[in-house]
């Protein structure tokens, strides 16, 4: 008798909440990676940018940050999220200490949302992830 395969059970939920950001650069990929195989496994997978992980939604900072030299940039990470079907949340009432605006927010952030929605998707959710 085999071990249980996630493909076999019914859709799971995750949520990912995402605290790093250009400060280390080395934790920005794996929480992409990961929703994206996820995804693809057919869980339905939701990642909320908050703290200093609201810049990685700012334009021009995932362009420009790898995880690795040499490596693939998050934005690169980002895209296969999305395309495997990750919904992307960043933390509106962290915008200000990082002199964001919603006009600097790259085009794959699927929501500005508040605190609540982070607190709904985390109690609503069966999993959950911190980076």
Known sequence: MGEPNYLDN?????????TSG??????????????AILASMD????IFLTME????????VAQNLSAM????????????????????FLCKPAMPGYCLAASDIIEEVDEIANASKMADL?????????F
């Open 10 to 18: 019914e859709e799971q939920s995750v949520v990912i909440v995402m």
């Open 22 to 35: 250009p400060s280390t650069p080395h934790r920005c990929a794996t929480p992409f990676y990961i929703s």
């Open 43 to 46: 869980a339905d997978v939701s």
């Open 53 to 60: 992980g609201v810049m990685l939604g700012k334009q021009g």
């Open 69 to 88: 030299t040499g490596g693939k940039t998050i934005i690169e990470f980002i895209r296969d999220a999305k395309q495997a079907g990750v919904k992307l």
């Open 122 to 130: 985390i109690l609503a959710s069966d999993k959950s992830m911190y």
